[in-house]
Each structure stands twice: as structure tokens, then as C-alpha cells.
């Protein structure tokens, strides 16, 4: 298993357009996260799935935002409408819960620019 | 306030200095994860750790869970440590589902 791998790397697109990330979890993992990072700053939390449930999302999550999980496998993010304060990287996350042990493992992330 | 403050923000140290940096944070926890970031953006977790020390090759860290503290610390550090440092604690969302909370990291630079 190669890890947590996340497609595209990077898009540019224009305002006003809709993009779609994908992330692919390590495979067996259970719970699959998405965090968005901005320039200088730390990840911010945006939803997790347990296998094919959302179970949490932020309210940095506007309704422009939302996130699937079919078949509990892959995740994607998709953004409707895209403004420029979306530009980002975009990290997606995996774990196994077990016992309460959830250590996460990060993909390479996708990086956004909104023109 | 931040719920999880780094020290410092920016760090640079001669090759083979020992470095630390701190990690702070105001809310209950069940975990604290220490990752490093390379330019280009992917994330490495290097501890996961709820209670004590961990040490791995160079890389030593500590928590003190009455102090809501932990630190890392690198020995001998070397120019391929250069890379942004987060701090992240587990903790419970409104929801009570769990999430992680970051720090904004800090760049250490180690010059040859």
C-alpha cells in the first residue's frame, strides 16, 4: 500500500467554476478526514466519514462545500462556485479506529487557486 | 486565543544544534500528535501521544497532560530537518465525534 494519495495535486481554476477533489484512503482504513490549510496557518478541520457515513462537519463548511464517500472507499470533495478565499490545500487523512487508537495518516494534499 | 499555540514561529539553527519547540493548548484532550511538512505540502505524523515520552532515532517528544504542555525535541539536528513542525491535539467536537485541532506550525531552518 502506497498510503493516502489525493488527485489532482494542484488546479487552477477561475471564480465561479466548480471543482472536484478525489482522496484515496489507505486501504482498510475506516475513517477518512478533509482539512483545508491556508497560507501560514495550521489545517482546519473540515468533515470525516466513518466508512460511507459523514459524521462531522465544520461550519467552515458552507453550503458551497460538500464531500462524498461511497461505498466507504474513496472520498471526494467537490466545490461549488469557487471564490477566491477557497484557494487552499486541501488535505484528506485516514485512520483505523481501534480501541480507541486513531492515528491519522495525510495524503500530499491538493493545492487550489481560485483566480 | 488559539486552542493550541506553537513556540516559536520560525526557528533557525546551525547543523548539529539541539532544537526545541513547544507546544501549548487550552482544551481536553485524548491524544497529541506531533507532523512534519515539506514544502509542497504533505504531512508526516512523527509521534502520537497521550501520556510520557516517545523517542524515535533523533526525535524525542513529551507531554505533561496537568500542564497541557508537550515539546519536541531534535538532537543533532541536520539540514534535511528544515520543515514546518505542527502540533495537533485530539479532541471532542460539539458533536462529540473527534477531530484534530492544529498549531500553526513552525518552520525550522537548519543551515549547513
Known amino acids: 500500500d502506497t498510503g493516502v494519495s489525493q488527485d489532482p495535486r494542484h488546479k487552477i481554476t477561475k471564480r465561479g467554476q466548480n471543482v472536484t477533489f478525489r482522496c484515496d484512503p489507505i486501504?482498510?482504513?475506516?475513517?477518512l478526514y478533509w482539512y483545508r490549510q491556508t497560507l501560514g496557518q495550521g489545517p482546519e478541520f473540515l468533515t470525516y466519514?466513518?466508512?460511507?457515513?459523514?459524521?462531522?462537519k465544520s461550519r467552515l463548511l458552507s453550503d458551497r462545500f460538500s464531500a462524498e464517500r461511497p461505498k466507504g472507499s474513496f472520498s471526494t470533495l467537490e466545490i461549488q462556485r469557487t471564490e477566491q478565499g477557497d484557494s487552499a490545500m486541501y488535505l484528506c487523512?485516514?485512520?483505523?479506529?481501534?480501541?480507541?487508537?486513531?492515528?491519522?495518516?495525510f495524503g500530499p494534499g491538493t493545492r487550489l487557486t481560485v483566480l | 486565543k488559539n486552542e493550541v499555540e506553537q513556540s516559536p514561529q520560525n526557528l533557525t539553527a546551525q547543523e548539529g544544534e539541539f532544537i526545541t519547540i513547544n507546544c501549548s493548548y487550552s482544551?481536553?484532550?485524548?491524544?497529541l500528535h506531533w507532523l512534519q511538512q515539506h514544502p509542497g505540502g504533505g504531512i508526516v505524523s512523527l509521534f502520537m501521544?497521550?501520556?510520557g515520552k516517545k523517542k524515535h532515532g533523533r526525535l524525542i517528544a513529551t507531554i505533561n497532560i496537568q500542564e497541557k504542555h508537550s515539546s519536541l525535541h531534535i538532537t543533532a539536528s541536520h539540514p534535511r530537518d528544515s520543515a514546518v513542525y505542527i502540533c495537533?491535539?485530539?479532541?471532542?467536537?460539539?458533536?462529540?465525534?473527534?477531530?484534530?485541532?492544529f498549531g500553526k506550525g513552525t518552520k525550522l531552518t537548519v543551515n549547513p
Open positions: 486501504s482498510e482504513h475506516n475513517r
Open positions: 482544551v481536553g484532550i485524548s491524544a
Open positions: 487523512a485516514s485512520s483505523f479506529i481501534l480501541a480507541g487508537y486513531n492515528e491519522q495518516f
Open positions: 466519514f466513518q466508512n460511507e457515513a459523514q459524521l462531522e
Open positions: 501521544l497521550s501520556s
Open positions: 495537533a491535539v485530539r479532541t471532542l467536537t460539539q458533536g462529540g465525534s473527534e477531530k484534530l485541532v
